[in-house]
């Protein structure tokens, strides 16, 4: 089993940046996909990041791509979002995935195929 604790949201204007981190117990970290993801009031969860478990492969929604980075550090179990340009409509609850295989190199939205972290607030004020 694994457990996902993220941080880093809050409020924050728009332009300004914020690293979101997620860091994972249980065994394997360094053999799953891992992932963020979001989910804005009234609407469905979304794909915004995946990274493979060696960080050889990276995927990023349409919406942020230029704008935030994902990155993992197996080491200390962890992976990051780093967001930067932020707007209003990136506002949304942030959710850390991770793959319940291992040798995964992404994560799919797929429901019974991740774990889910609790999920971190991110607000963008026009």
């Known amino acids: 089993q694994v457990q996902l604790v993220e941080s880093g949201g809050g409020f924050v204007q728009a332009g300004d940046s914020l690293r979101l981190a997620c860091v994972a117990s249980g065994s394997g970290f360094d053999l799953r996909a891992m992932g963020w993801f979001r989910q804005a009031p009234g609407k469905e969860r979304e794909l915004v990041a995946t990274?493979?478990?060696?960080?050889?492969?990276?995927k990023y929604a349409d919406a942020v791509k230029g704008r935030f980075t994902i990155s993992r550090d197996n080491a200390k179990n962890a992976v990051y979002l780093q967001m930067t340009s932020l707007q209003p409509e990136d506002t949304a609850v942030y959710f850390c995935?991770?793959?319940?295989?291992?040798?995964?190199?992404?994560?799919?939205?797929?429901?019974?195929?991740?774990?889910w972290g609790q999920g971190t607030q991110v607000t963008v004020s026009s």
């Open positions: 995935a991770s793959h319940i295989l291992q040798y995964t190199y992404t994560v799919p939205i797929t429901p019974g195929a991740q774990y």
């Open positions: 990274i493979s478990y060696n960080s050889d492969k990276v």
